[in-house]
């Protein structure tokens, strides 16, 4: 018979960058192991960082998709680009989510700031995965891994709500 499960998972603390969680999750659900199949979506409960499915082995792939964000929605140096900066400029990587592998500097008169890498990316890659399950185990291709990917410059706690759709072994 069909069997729902819901749980909060919170990830560490965690800079701009994207960072592979599938241990994390995996570990954080154990109770993936007692479905014969099914479907794990996960959630992340903020707008400032996204999920995605990719690249789990090669690390250049996190590079090249911040080269790729850039190019789709560049950063805005002179402050023209987008009307949305209530938030300071933290939360400009944001909105799109550009900015996520690293962080761009220049010199001010203050000294160093962060300059947005871009703006509006998370929206782009999207705040939630969905992955099947089979015999106990998440389904994903060999070369696949869940990112957490965060946009804002300096530390934030996020939280994931997962959710397990299936048939129990």
């Given at each position: 018979?069909?069997s ?7 990830l560490p ?6 960072y ?10 154990p109770?993936?192991k007692s ?6 979506n996960?959630?992340i409960?903020?707008t400032s960082?996204?999920?995605?499915l ?26 023209n ?12 990587p ?20 962060d ?6 990316q998370?929206?782009?890659i ?6 099947p ?7 994903t ?16 706690q ?5 959710t397990?759709?299936?048939?129990k072994?």
């Amino acid at each position: 018979s069909m069997s729902w499960f819901q749980k909060s998972l919170t990830l560490p603390s965690k800079s701009r960058g994207s960072y592979l969680i599938t241990d994390t999750i995996v570990k954080d659900l154990p109770e993936i192991k007692s479905y014969k199949v099914g479907l794990l979506n996960l959630f992340i409960q903020h707008t400032s960082c996204a999920l995605s499915l990719n690249e789990n082995w090669d690390e250049d792939v996190r590079e090249d998709m911040s080269d790729a964000l850039d190019r789709i929605a560049p950063e805005d140096r002179k402050g023209n680009l987008y009307r949305h900066s209530a938030e300071g400029l933290d939360d400009m990587p944001v909105i799109f989510g550009l900015g996520v592998v690293r962080e761009r500097r220049i010199t001010t008169s203050d000294g160093w700031a962060d300059v947005p890498i871009g703006t509006y990316q998370d929206a782009l890659i999207g705040a939630s995965v969905t992955i099947p399950i089979k015999d106990g185990k998440l389904a994903t291709g060999t070369w696949q891994g869940i990112w957490y990917l965060e946009f804002r410059a300096s530390k934030h706690q996020r939280k994931i709500m997962a959710t397990i759709q299936g048939e129990k072994m």
